[in-house]
């Protein structure tokens, strides 16, 4: 065999492999938690080889504010509120590879599955249908249609959005995501579990600290 | 001797590897299909009227945002410094305003100043002409009015290889 023989070569390229398998392998997709250093609330972070999708928990006091802050009334503000919102960032990280490649979703392909049942967020679609009904003014639906995150999207290496997406479900549910997303020529799927809404609290400024 | 060798390769290609997904390089993705920037006049925060096709033979870099969109905000400040680099050199920078009105804006710009024009698409008219699906979207109109290029999400507006490429597209005609 060529290892008794030259083991030098063997060595060389035993360290080539493995430095490949380092790099390349340590790249499969990671769930993380931990608490969101800016919005001092929980985060579920996923990342694969040229993305990564962080959700942070909103407090429904925060959504209440925001939306009333928009120009919609009380029960709408608490509608939204009462109906589990994370922050969302999604990106295309690819450009800090050796391999760009651009990444589209849709949210209407994501899965809530709670409780053994599943079913899907409730997009920006689903909720203008609402306002459209109840006759929401116009500055109001373009202040939500441009909060919440995009349905579909397609990004570029660097690309992101920031948005609120609204999982439906009542504060303080726990659940599971399943997220789907195109990049490098695949279909990706990667499912976040034990995730958490927040829950409807008030937090005193002594409790913040 | 062979197995320093060895190990030599070994280091550089584990640091050449980790270095290639830790490197950020900011640049602005060209459009796959370019299209013809659609037209339009809107009032600025200042009370001027802003149109687009008044800019054509330059650079245009039209930022769709708002003053509640962090991202929108982060940005700013290098969007800024964009400008005073470019400004007069045939780069024009819009920050076209989604959804708000002068007072807002003006409010917002007291926390983060900036000089070029806000033009104010308060019925959201003009982001809906474009394929714009969340805010901060930028588009980069070349001088022959076509779109070549767009960024959604914040960028270092004034990083080297942005502005190399805005200056580069000003040979466009």
């Keep these: 065999m060529f290892y008794k023989t030259s083991p030098q070569l063997f060595i060389s390229i035993l360290l080539l492999l493995a430095s490949y398998f380092i790099c390349h ?21 996923l990342k694969d080889q040229g993305m990564v999708l962080r959700l942070v928990q909103r407090l429904p006091i925060q959504s209440r504010a ?16 009462q109906s589990c919102v994370f922050q969302t960032v999604f990106k295309n990280i690819s450009d800090e590879g050796s ?97 958490e809404c927040a829950a409807d609290i008030n937090p005193q400024p002594e409790e913040q600290l | 001797m062979k197995r320093t060798l ?32 659609v037209d339009f006049s809107l009032q600025g925060e200042d009370g001027n009227t802003y149109r687009l096709s008044s800019y054509r033979g330059q650079v245009v870099v039209m930022n769709f945002w708002a003053t509640w969109c962090p991202p929108c905000r982060d940005e700013m400040p290098a969007m800024e410094n ?37 033009p104010m698409d308060i019925d959201g008219k003009v982001i809906e002409s ?14 022959s009015g076509m779109v070549t290029h767009r960024a959604v999400g914040s960028r270092d507006w004034d990083g080297d290889e942005i502005l190399k490429q805005l200056m580069q597209l000003r040979k466009v005609r």
């Design chain 1, 99 to 195: 391999q760009p490649g651009p990444l589209s979703y849709n949210l209407r392909d994501w899965k809530v599955v709670i409780n053994g049942k599943q079913k899907g967020l409730k997009v920006r679609e689903d909720w203008m249908k609402e306002w459209q009904a109840e006759k929401v003014t116009k500055p109001v639906q373009l202040a939500f249609e441009w909060a919440l995150y995009p349905t579909q999207q397609a990004y570029k290496a660097g690309d992101y959005n920031w948005g609120m997406s609204v999982f439906n479900l009542k504060p303080s549910s726990k659940f599971d995501l399943t997220v789907i997303w195109t990049q490098f020529g695949n279909k990706h799927k990667e499912t976040i579990k034990n995730m």
């Design chain 2, 6 to 37: 060895s190990l030599i390769i070994f280091i550089v290609f584990l640091f050449n590897s980790i270095y290639s997904h830790a490197e950020k390089n900011q640049t602005l993705p060209k459009l796959t299909k370019p299209f013809p920037a």
């Design chain 2, 82 to 118: 964009l400008w005073q680099k470019v400004k007069g050199k045939g780069v024009v920078v819009l920050g076209i305003n989604v959804g708000e009105n002068a007072d807002i804006i003006f409010e917002f710009t007291g926390q983060y100043p900036v000089s070029f024009p806000l």
């Design chain 1, 66 to 81: 925001f939306f009333l802050a928009r120009g919609f009334n009380k029960q709408q503000a608490e509608r939204i509120a």
């Design chain 1, 25 to 45: 392998v340590t790249l499969a997709a990671t769930v993380t938690t931990g608490i969101d250093e800016q919005a001092k609330l929980p985060y579920w972070e």
């Design chain 2, 130 to 143: 474009y394929p714009v699906r969340g805010l901060p979207t930028t588009y980069v109109v070349d001088p």
